[in-house]
């Protein structure tokens, strides 16, 4: 009987594992709550529910920081946790081949830090591939990459906003900025602190965002939160505007749209033709702010693709290569690999 094949698509918000043998794909956050310096006391969506919540013999973190793995260790535990989950065992891991989506602008330690999750002993990796992140990106929004075509791929993160124009099956160019959602919901917190005296958590922020957050002006109107107020010390509630939360995210919005016509400004021109005609592909958690298509449509004049469910693209991507023969050179054995 064949063994299983697992794909792993490893954000810095949430961790996205699809298993063949079960035909199901996981998608969590990418959080662990860490008890007493070393027991896991939660992993996931249960300890996202903890997080800015917990007391000080609980830390809860994201081990992923900016499209990279930052704390390894934690990583290797909350991966093998994930795994156990999707796979329904809770102690020995059956041996499986690992498909690992991998971002394009890191390092090659960086790479090699996604790749040894999959490597450790306890995940029993038969075989490990790597595909490149842009290109499943690119499959998961249904699109067919492996047409002499040019598609351009915007995938805008939590942490990072990844720029790709691609054609058969590879990337032509490909540039990463260090800005997405996250850094947004920083902006939120400050002008809130600063406009309305009150202090609000980052889940609040996120809620601001998605609630009143526009890449284009609007007409304004309110939402009603809580939190703590800088003079009283006091729990709060207050009513946030919209025009705050549009001026204190357009800069950033901006920095995204700069950064896609440079690429473009960069492209081939017979793939720009391409692009022209088949338009720009939005993906990632952080594509859903609302008007972000409009802006880029009017500063690029091109249209915009917006993916449907676009957080699990990259997921829904690996799916493809693992189940169609069609994409099976796609994915590529890293010198680091195992032998079976």
């Not at 956050?29 to 996931?44: C, R």
Request: aromatic fraction near 6%.
């Amino acid at each position: 009987m064949a063994r299983n094949i697992i794909g792993l698509d490893i954000g810095t918000s949430n961790i996205k594992i699809y298993s063949r043998d079960k035909d199901t794909i996981l998608n969590e956050k990418n959080i662990i709550a860490i008890a007493n310096k070393k027991d896991v006391y939660a992993f996931g969506d249960e300890a996202f529910e903890m997080h800015e919540k917990a007391p000080d013999n609980i830390k809860v973190s994201f081990p992923v920081k900016f499209g990279v793995i930052a704390d390894f260790d934690n990583m290797q535990v909350l991966f093998t946790e994930f795994i156990k989950k999707i796979e329904h065992v809770s102690k020995k891991i059956p041996p499986a081949d690992y498909y690992v989506a991998v971002p394009t602008d890191i390092t090659e330690v960086e790479k090699r830090a996604f790749l040894e999750l999959a490597g450790d002993s306890s995940v029993r990796a038969k075989k490990i591939m790597v595909i490149n992140k842009p290109v499943a990106d690119a499959l998961g929004a249904g699109v067919e990459v492996m047409d002499a075509r040019g598609i351009m791929i915007v995938n805008i993160g939590a942490d990072t906003t990844e720029i790709s124009v691609l054609s058969l099956g590879g990337i032509v160019l490909s540039k990463a900025v260090k800005f997405g959602g996250n850094k947004l919901d920083e902006q939120i917190i400050g002008a809130v602190r600063k406009k309305y005296n009150l202090v609000i958590g980052a889940k609040t922020a996120e809620y601001i965002k998605y609630e009143l957050g526009s890449a284009i002006r609007e007409e304004e109107h309110f939402v009603d939160v809580y939190g703590r107020h800088i003079v009283t010390g006091l729990p709060t509630r207050c009513s946030i505007s919209s025009d705050v939360v549009y001026e204190c995210m357009i800069d950033f919005i901006r920095q995204i749209v700069d950064a896609i016509k440079t690429i473009l400004e960069r492209t081939p021109p017979e793939l720009s033709a391409d692009i022209i005609d088949t338009g720009i592909y939005l993906t990632g958690g952080s594509s859903a702010i609302r008007s972000l298509s409009r802006l880029i449509n009017g500063e690029t004049d091109l249209h915009i693709n917006i993916a449907e469910n676009p957080s699990e693209c990259v997921v829904r991507g690996i799916k493809k290569i693992i189940d169609n023969p069609k994409y099976s050179d796609i994915a590529y054995i890293p010198k680091e690999r195992i032998i079976d």
